[in-house]
């Protein structure tokens, strides 16, 4: 019992004493805080690619550290981007080389301004938009998105197909949109990451329409990890999509309690059918999956470790 009064006198010593610096210098939040204590070692000191699947509740966002390069893919909502920003605080990024927003949706764009405010950002990248028979509603996250982009000065670069982006150690590369859609979900940028022998899929919220039209063009392969589209519902990880890719592991980026009903059990069961190992932001927090080329180590927000 003494013990444990010991750890609570240093433990309130030390929010005290960062509280205090905080005030001092007005550098770190509450919330900044709150995840900073919340650091752990990392899962292999060997490892030299970070890919971050941060909880920002119902939305998304994936911070790949590679070497000295960052990537941020997707900021959140509003109230997300708050959280990016902490998080990122956390893993001491001082600045993003690239910021993709997969595609207008305020469950990945809303956070965009809060991050342009906070790190110093090189370029935005965004799909290939066609405003064509998009109602108002449809258009207010990508109105708003170019408006935050613009205010920060900042380039904002439409992204295609092949594009590829060195990011030292790794290397990102663009499989999709590759056409024009209806359904906005399906404009989401599809990016695969590799490390040496690592494979990393980030799919955004594309659809099955989407992942039918990457079968179609040849640019999917074996693959180790899936960011499953559109948070786990039915409308994405097809049958099909995982007869090709086969990954090990899948990261489910959703709320807790979310009203969507995210993850689908659809879904749920079909990962189950191919062997797929799945990690969610809803029941594990933030997830971090680090490569050394070879082997993918998880570390989970509750301590769950996962070893390839």
Not at 10 to 29: K, N, P, R, Y
Not at 98 to 106: A, D, G, K, M, R
Not at 268 to 277: A, C, D, S, W
Request: with cysteine; hydrophobic share 35%; net charge negative.
């Amino acid at each position: 019992m003494k013990i444990f009064k010991r750890i609570l006198v240093v433990s309130a010593l030390l929010i005290i004493l960062l509280m205090a610096v905080s005030d001092t210098f007005g550098f770190m939040s509450y919330d900044d805080m709150m995840v900073f204590l919340k650091l752990r070692s990392p899962a292999f000191t060997s490892a030299e690619l970070s890919v971050h699947f941060i909880d920002v509740g119902q939305g998304d966002s994936t911070l790949i550290i590679s070497g000295d390069r960052t990537v941020l893919i997707d900021t959140g909502d509003k109230e997300g981007g708050q959280k990016v920003r902490s998080y990122l605080i956390s893993q001491k990024v001082d600045h993003i080389d690239y910021l993709f927003v997969t595609h207008p949706h305020s469950d990945h764009s809303g956070g965009v301004e809060t991050v342009l405010g906070s790190f110093e950002t090189g370029t935005v990248l965004v799909p290939h938009f066609s405003e064509a028979g998009k109602t108002e509603d449809d258009l207010y996250a990508w109105r708003e998105l170019k408006k935050d982009v613009a205010e920060a000065d900042i380039t904002m670069t439409e992204v295609l197909p092949g594009m590829e982006f060195d990011l030292g150690v790794s290397e990102l590369s663009v499989l999709a949109p590759s056409c024009d859609y209806e359904e906005i979900n399906n404009y989401s940028v599809v990016t695969e990451l590799t490390h040496g022998n690592n494979t990393f899929l980030l799919t955004g919220d594309a659809e099955t329409e989407s992942e039918a039209d990457m079968l179609k063009n040849g640019v999917l392969e074996d693959i180790d990890v899936l960011k499953a589209g559109h948070h786990g519902s039915s409308t994405s990880t097809g049958s099909e999509f995982l007869e090709i890719v086969k990954p090990e592991y899948a990261v489910i980026s959703c709320g807790a309690g979310n009203s969507y009903n995210h993850p689908s059990g659809s879904v749920m069961k079909r990962l189950g059918e191919y062997g797929v190992r799945v990690f969610r932001t809803d029941l594990q927090g933030s997830i971090i999956a680090e490569s050394d080329g070879k082997t993918i180590c998880f570390t989970t927000a509750d301590k769950e470790q996962a070893e390839k």
